[in-house]
């Protein structure tokens, strides 16, 4: 109903939607800025922001043009799980030993 009121020829706003297709405004090119300097310096990087304002889709459409011969990309989506948790998945990302214990000095 509203794809045909408003024009549109597809979903508007959907997951799925090409990096080509996005609309790239001020704060988008900021973002994506500050991944560059990240990827420069070969820093690590926290992006928060309120739900829906486009922090997946900006990592997405930036991951989109590295190249997979020099990067090796890490998502983690879940960010309720404790710090153990998050080394954990990191560590299994990174094809890293499986650790049974702590380790203790």
Same mark, same amino acid.
């Given at each position: 109903?509203?794809?045909? %009121?408003?024009?549109? =020829?597809? &979903?508007?706003? =959907? *997951? @799925? +939607? *090409?990096?080509? @297709?996005? %609309?790239?405004?001020? $704060?988008? !090119?900021?973002?994506?800025? /500050? %991944? ?5 310096? /070969? ?6 922001? =309120?739900?829906? &304002?486009? !922090?997946?889709?900006?990592? /997405?459409?930036?991951? @989109? @043009?590295?190249?997979?011969?020099? %990067?090796? *990309? &890490?998502? +983690?989506?879940? =960010? ?7 080394? /954990?998945?990191?560590?299994? *990302?990174?094809?890293? #030993?499986? &650790? $049974? #214990?702590?380790?203790?000095?």
């Amino acid at each position: 109903m509203y794809k045909a %009121f408003y024009g549109f =020829s597809g &979903v508007p706003f =959907s *997951k @799925d +939607i *090409k990096s080509c @297709d996005l %609309f790239i405004h001020n $704060y988008f !090119k900021e973002l994506l800025s /500050r %991944f560059d300097y990240i990827k420069k310096y /070969r820093g690590i990087m926290l992006v928060t922001g =309120s739900p829906g &304002v486009g !922090k997946t889709t900006a990592l /997405r459409y930036w991951l @989109d @043009d590295l190249r997979t011969e020099s %990067f090796f *990309k &890490v998502y +983690i989506p879940l =960010s309720t799980v404790g710090i153990i948790d998050f080394y /954990r998945q990191l560590n299994d *990302k990174l094809n890293g #030993e499986y &650790v $049974y #214990e702590k380790q203790t000095i």
